[in-house]
């Protein structure tokens, strides 16, 4: 059994006595990593050149860095609040800077989206590698110490430990380690425990695993500021990509989604298809679509509220996922039984009866006569009542009024008596499975408020369970009704490849994780589509460019698994098309300004016959059509935060005004701007609390002068119309 520890510094004293000092340490991605463990071991190595330290992991959390004084002014105090004493890895800091110790290096698989892109150390050192195999290579690679975050509670008296936020290359990782511990290899396993962190049950509890556990560390100095992502602003841009895309889900199927924007955007029109339908379809209806997305939308999703619910499968569980949890959206319950999920999905209303006990019997699902297993499963489901038990070495069965008979389904008496313990609705459902979560304040507290039969309904498990169909295929497929994996990427090309994780120089933006392998799986699942939300441009310091490219230096999704494209301009179904098919349908959701040059380079590559011209209808794809279509949307209809926000009121208005300075100003033109900003007449007293927020209601010199007549400027053309 572990040996519980309250002091960081003891516990790597433990870890460097046990691995000898040459530590090649496995951490979680995102939220589990145990911070305060992992300075203290950093710090120690540091300063100790006779030590080594490996670290292998992804998604290393750091505060956000701002690129100027006007976005350090709208950062720092929003941090402060946001993140307060959240104890920031002091690995993470020297990558950053490329100041790592040489007797310490860092691995990871996927990076906090853009923040390493200037890390030569990080992109040296970057794995490349699908979610599903991070495990694999991470063991392969000698990891001789495991540390991870722990959520805690007392239940019926008795200390509980759960994996929480991630249990998804845990449980993947420990029988390997396990594997290797029994063969002689010293292995470590350190457990942190965080008090805040929501406790998850189900595969997520430690349950067999904690006699794995060495140390448990309960460091009240570790008690800091969990680690969030505030919600950000989404853009009329990806809302019209999220309406779209919620077209796309099928009533009764399942659904993964990513975190961000989009994904935001997604989970917003999906509840407004649910809860406001004449105004989802009034909206939709004023939407410039054609008839083959009409007919795609007809054959593949809907447009009418869920009847029968949708069923969760996401490596990430997200603050959109449990918002469909909460609106009884995401709410179609699988079984892990295959017996059982086959039949409810032939009957979602099934109930216990003893026609199923029969029908299951009589298929060869159950025996006759029921073994210890056989009735355990049954009670676990709420087939039959737990009071039912086996008696007299399993001939007979015992009722709870005294009554027993015999353990034969088949006899007349037993048939009758059974009717009286039967079940009064099937028990044990899963509604969402999940690998990892992360996400905003509000997101954590209210899955610590979770009710015992919610949070019993959400099950936090392997990510292979979930990314992948190999090895427990039969059920997956059975729950996986008409699955929809909708993800992101930046770019596409022309012949359908996306682009998501590295940028055309080599540089790696994110990471891989598990997109391919969601994309994969939707190729083998009966009824599955995959579904790739991608902006059609971007514009960067006044200059606006296409996301839908001819081609690119790398790829992230290849071209030959390409299937549904989601632009703000429409829906292109790639699967099982020409390559001439595909230009035709990728054009036909690109920005207009893009499109001559497009299609000039697929005629000239001799992929798209030189007489063809684009249809009329997808000529007008621009920005201004969409803005027009946005101001007659209606109140509600396209939010800037739909699922809440951690900014106040004013900190969203100056958001919105220093993203549209990133966006329309060059640095070369940031100053002629602000020269020209200078001489213009603002009424600034308009803009008060803007300016008080950013330090700038009484300028102090020319710099803070013509910061405030940039800011000013920003607000003026970002101000309601």
Not at 167 to 182: G, I, Q, S
Not at 221 to 234: D, G, H, K
Request: a negative charge.
């Amino acid at each position: 059994m572990p040996q519980h520890m309250d002091n960081a510094e003891q516990a790597v004293d433990r870890v460097l006595e046990l691995t000898g000092g040459e530590v090649r340490l496995g951490l979680p991605l995102g939220l589990g990593k145990p911070n305060r463990f992992v300075n203290a071991l950093y710090q120690r190595v540091k300063a100790d050149r006779s030590l080594s330290l490996e670290i292998y992991t992804a998604l290393s959390l750091g505060r956000p860095g701002a690129g100027s004084d006007l976005e350090r002014r709208f950062l720092e105090p929003f941090a402060d609040r946001v993140f307060a004493d959240y104890e920031e890895l002091d690995y993470l800091h020297a990558v950053r800077k490329d100041a790592l110790p040489e007797n310490i290096r860092v691995f990871e698989f996927f990076f906090q989206p853009g923040s390493l892109l200037n890390s030569t150390d990080a992109q040296r050192h970057y794995i490349s590698v699908n979610y599903t195999h991070a495990a694999r290579d991470i063991n392969a690679r000698g990891v001789n110490v495991v540390a991870q975050l722990l959520a805690t509670r007392e239940r019926d008296g008795r200390r509980q430990y759960s994996f929480s936020c991630n249990p998804e290359v845990t449980l993947e990782l420990l029988p390997m380690l396990k594997a290797r511990r029994d063969a002689g290899e010293t292995i470590v396993a350190v457990g942190q425990v965080h008090h805040d962190l929501p406790f998850m049950e189900n595969d997520a509890s430690l349950g067999r695993w904690l006699p794995e556990m060495d140390i448990l560390l309960d460091d009240e100095q570790a008690q800091t500021r969990l680690f969030s992502t505030p919600n950000m602003p989404v853009s009329h841009q990806d809302h019209f990509i999220g309406l779209h895309a919620s077209t796309l889900v099928r009533d009764g199927g399942t659904l993964q989604i990513g975190i961000g924007a989009l994904g935001d955007a997604l989970v917003h029109h999906t509840l407004r298809r649910q809860h406001h339908n004449d105004e989802y379809r009034a909206l939709l209806g004023q939407l410039p679509m054609s008839d083959s997305q009409r007919q795609l939308i007809e054959r593949e999703g809907g447009v009418g509220p869920f009847q029968q619910g949708l069923y969760g499968c996401s490596e990430m569980m997200t603050h959109g996922l449990l918002t469909l949890i909460d609106d009884g959206i995401i709410r179609r319950a699988v079984y892990d039984w295959p017996a059982l999920q086959r039949r409810v999905l032939a009957d979602a209303a099934l109930t216990p009866t003893l026609a199923l006990l029969d029908d299951m019997r009589d298929s060869g699902d159950l025996p006759a006569r029921l073994g210890a297993d056989d009735l355990s499963r049954l009670r676990h489901y709420g087939i039959v009542q737990e009071a039912l038990t086996l008696r007299d070495g399993g001939d007979n069965l015992s009722l709870p009024n005294g009554v027993v008979v015999p353990n034969d389904l088949e006899d007349g008496a037993t048939r009758e008596a059974l009717k009286a313990v039967l079940g009064r609705g099937l028990l044990g459902g899963t509604v969402m499975h999940g690998g990892f979560f992360l996400g905003p304040r509000a997101f954590y507290q209210r899955l610590r408020e979770l009710d015992d039969d919610t949070r019993a309904a959400i099950n936090m498990t392997r990510v292979n369970y979930i990314n992948d169909l190999f090895g427990e295929e039969a059920i997956c497929r059975l729950q996986r009704r008409d699955a929809r994996f909708i993800n992101s990427a930046f770019s596409i090309t022309l012949l359908g490849a996306a682009v998501a994780d590295q940028l055309d120089d080599g540089r790696v933006l994110s990471g891989v994780g598990g997109q391919y392998n969601f994309v994969a799986q939707a190729h083998e699942l009966a009824g599955a589509r995959s579904i790739l939300m991608v902006r059609a441009w971007r514009e960067r310091g006044g200059e606006a460019q296409s996301n839908v490219v001819f081609s690119y230096p790398h790829n992230t999704i290849p071209r030959h698994l390409r299937d549904i494209v989601v632009t703000e301009y429409g829906v292109a179904d790639l699967r099982g098309r020409s390559d001439e098919e595909v230009v035709m349908a990728t054009l036909n959701i690109t920005d207009s300004r893009f499109q001559a040059q497009l299609l000039k380079q697929a005629q000239e590559a001799g992929k798209l016959r030189r007489d063809y011209q684009i249809p009329e209808p997808h000529r007008h794809n621009t920005p201004e059509a969409l803005q027009r279509l946005a101001a007659r949307a209606g109140a509600g209809a396209l939010p800037s935060f739909p699922l809440g926000s951690d900014f106040t009121n004013t900190e969203q208005r100056v958001l919105e005004a220093l993203t549209w300075l990133k966006a329309k100003v060059s640095q070369k033109e940031y100053l002629k701007l602000g020269r020209k900003a200078l001489f213009q007449d603002y009424h600034a007293e308009r803009y008060g609390e803007e300016l008080a927020r950013m330090g700038l209601a009484d300028p102090d010199g020319l710099r803070e002068r013509l910061y405030q007549r940039l800011l000013l400027t920003a607000l003026e053309a970002t101000k309601p119309r």
